[in-house]
């Protein structure tokens, strides 16, 4: 049996009542992020791209009016990753929430879908795209930008649950998304380059186009993962074929593994962060002055280095991809806000000495224990001779290390609130999104106009 049959049929089972409710929890993170990309300039171009037909009844989060359901699926799928707070799974190596969310919140107000299939549909996606994501494994990441390559089938699949698309239609629908893979890492390397979020646009919308081909009985190849001009043979060297169905069990979904970020960062720079957060705590301090600093070293895995070592920052995006910068901002001000990411907070004079006294390594175990986990050991040497050490074997919001509810919640609210909504239409839209778990119907509460607030 062809690998997409076989992953239909591992889709097609019921999805718990936990699931639903981890579900809502990830729609409202995405609900966050998604808010304060909206007050962003790449947004605002996407708009015009996007938006231009205003025919639909599909939700396009900042604007009044509505529109058809691929154009919501392609500009909400932009929305969700510009601030670098999206839900990501490790193994993978990849962001979900970003891609599924938007198709599928898409096709359910064009279907008139209700709350339990919109969550169900959620669940199903992440599954599809992490399964995947797992199977294509380094020789893949090293190039393709995987929210992307892997996310057009995620959406799909997705799409594919709001139609009520099962077996032969279901496969035909990922076959059909995985002949439209495609997001290169080429985009990191360009600090003026808007593809990151054009990729998951792209994927949003393609995935959810695919679902509406395979419903009119269109038909993708078979073979599409693992024939020998499939995608495993042309974008994966090594890949693992088997990984795709790996530890499939009745309860099981992939959701339950797939961690919420708390700093607005790249994830490879979140250990340092909270090691640096905890290395603060011990000394009881809220901040360390320059002065007291004679050297930082990071140890960490070699991917936190290929996408993060950035002594010199010189953009919003570079800084977010940075060791240096994120340890630096953290040990002067404690937690970062949006804002320590600013250009005002690149140039600070204090930020640019302490990020040039960072060092940055591979080193074990953290090398070995990747992409299992995302882990770092910061050591701070004081200038009166002092020595602070601390070990982060998992980054804060990975299973290993959750999270908590209202601290999730408490991230999507201030997202919200910075840009710019009122108090009482963030309540209304938090309560529509958790509701969803419980009955409730698809969130209507979206902002149609973004005002960015203080960050």
């Known amino acids: 049996m062809p690998l997409v049959a076989q992953l239909a049929d591992h889709l097609s089972r019921p999805v718990t009542a936990g699931m639903r409710r981890q579900a809502a929890l990830h729609l409202l993170d995405w609900a966050g992020c998604a808010v304060i990309g909206v007050a962003t300039p790449v947004a605002q171009a996407l708009a015009h791209v996007f938006l231009s037909d205003g025919s639909g009844g599909c939700t396009a989060i900042g604007h009044a009016g509505t529109v ?96 009520d698309l099962r077996g032969d239609a279901l496969a035909q629908a990922m076959a059909l998304a995985v002949t439209r893979t495609g997001g290169l890492w080429e985009t990191r390397n360009d600090p003026l380059s808007n593809a990151k979020q054009v990729h998951n646009a792209q994927a949003a919308g393609d995935g959810l186009l695919a679902a509406r081909l395979a419903q ?15 995608l495993f043979a042309a974008t994966a060297a090594g890949a693992d074929p088997s990984a795709l169905l790996a530890g499939a ?27 640096a957060l905890a290395l603060l705590d011990q000394v009881d301090r809220d901040r360390l002055e320059v002065a007291e600093v004679k050297g930082v070293a990071i140890e960490t895995y070699a991917d936190a280095l290929r996408f993060c070592d950035r002594p010199a920052p010189k953009s919003v995006i570079e800084a977010k991809f940075s060791l240096q910068h994120a340890v630096a901002v953290t040990l002067l001000g404690g937690p970062p806000p949006l ?3 600013d250009p005002a907070m690149i140039a600070d004079a204090e930020v640019t000495a302490l990020r040039s006294r960072v060092k940055v390594v591979t080193a074990e175990p953290y090398a070995g224990a990747y992409p299992d986990h995302f882990g770092a050991r910061l050591s701070i040497t004081l200038s009166d001779g002092t020595l602070l050490v601390r070990e982060q074997p998992d980054a804060l919001g990975d299973p290993e290390n959750p999270l908590p509810h209202d601290r999730a919640v408490g991230k999507a609210r201030s997202l919200m609130h910075a840009a710019g909504m009122d108090a009482m239409a963030v309540e209304r839209l938090v309560e529509e999104c958790l509701a969803l778990a419980d009955g409730g119907t698809i969130p209507r509460s979206w902002p149609t106009r973004i005002m960015p607030g203080k960050v």
């Open 216 to 230: 009119a009985g269109l038909r993708g190849p078979a073979r599409i993962l693992e024939g020998g001009e499939g």
């Open 339 to 341: 804002s320590a990411f």
């Open 68 to 163: 058809g359901a691929e154009a919501a699926a392609r500009y909400n799928g932009a929305l969700g990753n510009i601030y670098e707070m999206d839900d990501v799974d490790k193994r993978a190596r990849l962001h979900p929430g970003p891609v599924v969310i938007p198709a599928a919140l898409a096709l359910a107000q064009a279907e008139g879908a209700d709350g339990d299939r919109l969550l169900d549909a959620i669940v199903r996606g992440y599954e599809a795209m992490i399964r995947l994501g797992r199977a294509l494994g380094d020789a893949h990441y090293s190039v393709w930008h995987t929210t992307a390559s892997c996310g057009t089938m995620g959406a799909a699949v997705a799409a594919a649950s709001i139609l």
């Open 249 to 275: 069990a009745p309860e099981t979904w992939c959701l339950a593994d797939v961690s919420l970020k708390p700093w607005p960062a790249c994830r490879h720079a979140h250990p340092v962060i909270d090691a």
